[in-house]
């Protein structure tokens, strides 16, 4: 809708520049002329851009559509406006001319334009990937750092749960079960891409519950 949008405004720019310099039936003939001209050969270059071509090939396919679609579009516009063919043929050679001169020109921009939106897409692609790739270290980093912390922990609190085996069996078992929780949720977790903040908080409740046992009544 762009390309199509600043092709019309391209068109009638074109149309003033002839009516400036005097050439052709006036500004409404003109027009006439160079929207046929203008949308033919756009509507052939894209077509001929859709095709699985390459270098010198589609350089030549796109020349072609821009000749046929000056061509086609001079003929369209004498339907329309009802302007005959004059008889030495000068004035369709030189609506020809203007239309590949002008056509050529048009091409070369919306190429341009086509290859910096290419551009800004592959960079735009790149940060994406480098912001992904960045996201996925801080999330490797984060799972190492758990995987340093909790055997500290889990000596801590297994040498608390020898030391109340004799001194308080029941509280013992309690503080087991409140690790058991918390080791196969944290296991659970440290292997997992991402989690939950209901997982989040259901971790905390683990730990925080053996740091109780462990803490008494400085843990409130």
């Not at 005097?22 to 046929?36: E, M, R, S």
Request: net charge neutral; glycine share 10%; with cysteine.
């Amino acid at each position: 809708m762009a390309s199509f949008l600043a092709t019309l405004v391209f068109n009638a720019l074109v149309a003033g520049f002839l009516t400036a310099l005097d050439f052709g039936g006036g500004f409404i003939v003109n027009l006439v002329f160079a929207q046929c001209i203008g949308l033919s050969i756009l509507a052939l270059i894209r077509g001929a851009l859709h095709l699985p071509l390459c270098g010198g090939s589609r350089v030549a396919v796109v020349a072609a559509a821009i000749v046929a679609g000056a061509l086609l579009g001079g003929i369209l516009a004498r339907f329309l406006t009802g302007v005959e063919a004059s008889p030495d043929g000068s004035h369709e050679i030189q609506s020809l001319l203007i239309g590949l001169v002008f056509g050529c020109i048009a091409s070369v921009f919306f190429w341009l334009r086509g290859r910096n939106i290419r551009l800004e897409s592959d960079l735009h692609a790149r940060e994406l990937a480098q912001l992904e790739a960045e996201k996925q270290g801080l999330s490797a980093q984060l799972r190492m750092l758990q995987a340093q912390i909790e055997p500290h922990f889990l000596f801590n609190s297994l040498a608390n749960v020898g030391a109340l085996i004799d001194a308080d069996p029941r509280l013992a078992a309690r503080m087991l079960e409140a690790l058991i929780r918390y080791l196969r949720s944290s296991l659970t977790r440290t292997r997992e891409a991402g989690g939950t903040l209901g997982d989040e908080v259901a971790l905390l409740k683990d730990y925080l519950e053996v740091l109780k046992i462990r803490m008494g009544d400085r843990l409130t």
